[in-house]
């Protein structure tokens, strides 16, 4: 009888040319989706009730917010597209704690932009889909401050997380060019201490910066990570 012994490590199949394509307009998805997220609605800041009130009895305006929560939810499924391809390179699986690490992020990413998704386009569903009448001024205060905390902190922080887990990868394995490592570590810094300082939306510029350069580096891609690898090498952590 002979036994035939398992491969101590899966082939690893780099992605095709079409993947990487798909993977560089996912980012520069991202980046408009994290412009539109914040363009496309503008509530008024410090109100009165009357004025919060009245901002929300017209139906455009409830509309924006609707598209403001489709536009987040893009930002939540165009994420796991750019870390899956990542993941298929194998320059970063050279690193692989940070690269699990930024896999871990990007997941967060994508539940934290769900839950911004939807609250953003509750009171435009609950009002002109289910025929709903509109809440009261404290219930529209608590959403509109619900909708800046999500997105201006626990959003832009988990996001800012996967960027600089990302561009560590990129220093430590350089699967893309260096420049996106240094691009991505300062702007995640700057993201990361605005949330400290409750001013995480304000550093959106900054995201959208990144991805943009993300989808450029995705298309520079060197040659020699369009290979077929097998096997599996040192890692650097």
């Given at each position: 009888?002979?036994?035939?012994?398992?491969?101590?490590?899966?082939?690893?199949?780099?992605?095709?040319?079409?993947?990487?394509?798909?993977?560089?307009?996912?980012?520069?998805?991202?980046?408009?989706?994290?412009?539109?997220?914040?363009?496309?609605?503008?509530?008024?800041?410090?109100?009165?009730?009357?004025?919060?009130?009245?901002?929300?009895?017209?139906?455009?305006?409830?509309?924006?917010?609707?598209?403001?929560?489709?536009?987040?939810?893009?930002?939540?499924?165009?994420?796991?597209?750019?870390?899956?391809?990542?993941?298929?390179?194998?320059?970063?699986?050279?690193?692989?704690?940070?690269?699990?690490?930024?896999?871990s992020m990007g997941g967060a990413v994508t539940a934290v932009w769900l839950v911004t998704g939807a609250a953003r386009s509750t009171l435009g569903?609950?009002?002109?889909?289910?025929?709903?009448?509109?809440?009261?001024?404290?219930?529209?205060?608590?959403?509109?401050?619900?909708?800046?905390?999500?997105?201006?902190?626990?959003?832009?922080?988990?996001?800012?997380?996967?960027?600089?887990?990302?561009?560590?990868?990129?220093?430590?394995?350089?699967?893309?060019?260096?420049?996106?490592?240094?691009?991505?570590?300062?702007?995640?810094?700057?993201?990361?201490?605005?949330?400290?300082?409750?001013?995480?939306?304000?550093?959106?510029?900054?995201?959208?910066?990144?991805?943009?350069?993300?989808?450029?580096?995705?298309?520079?891609?060197?040659?020699?990570?369009?290979?077929?690898?097998?096997?599996?090498?040192?890692?650097?952590?």
């Open positions: 009888m002979s036994l035939t012994q398992a491969p101590t490590a899966a082939a690893h199949v780099a992605p095709s040319a079409l993947a990487t394509k798909v993977a560089a307009i996912a980012a520069a998805l991202l980046a408009v989706s994290l412009f539109m997220t914040v363009a496309v609605i503008n509530v008024p800041h410090d109100p009165s009730d009357q004025e919060l009130l009245t901002w929300w009895q017209d139906p455009g305006n409830r509309w924006t917010g609707l598209m403001s929560g489709i536009w987040a939810l893009l930002v939540a499924v165009t994420v796991p597209v750019v870390m899956n391809h990542l993941q298929r390179l194998d320059a970063a699986t050279r690193s692989p704690q940070w690269l699990s690490f930024a896999r569903h609950l009002v002109d889909t289910m025929n709903e009448p509109l809440p009261g001024v404290d219930v529209l205060r608590f959403s509109t401050g619900m909708n800046y905390t999500l997105l201006g902190q626990s959003g832009m922080a988990v996001l800012a997380l996967c960027m600089l887990a990302v561009s560590i990868v990129v220093l430590r394995t350089r699967v893309f060019g260096r420049w996106l490592g240094y691009l991505g570590g300062g702007c995640s810094a700057a993201m990361l201490a605005a949330v400290a300082a409750q001013y995480g939306a304000y550093t959106t510029p900054l995201a959208i910066l990144w991805a943009l350069g993300l989808a450029v580096a995705i298309l520079r891609q060197p040659p020699a990570d369009a290979s077929l690898v097998h096997g599996s090498r040192t890692p650097v952590d």
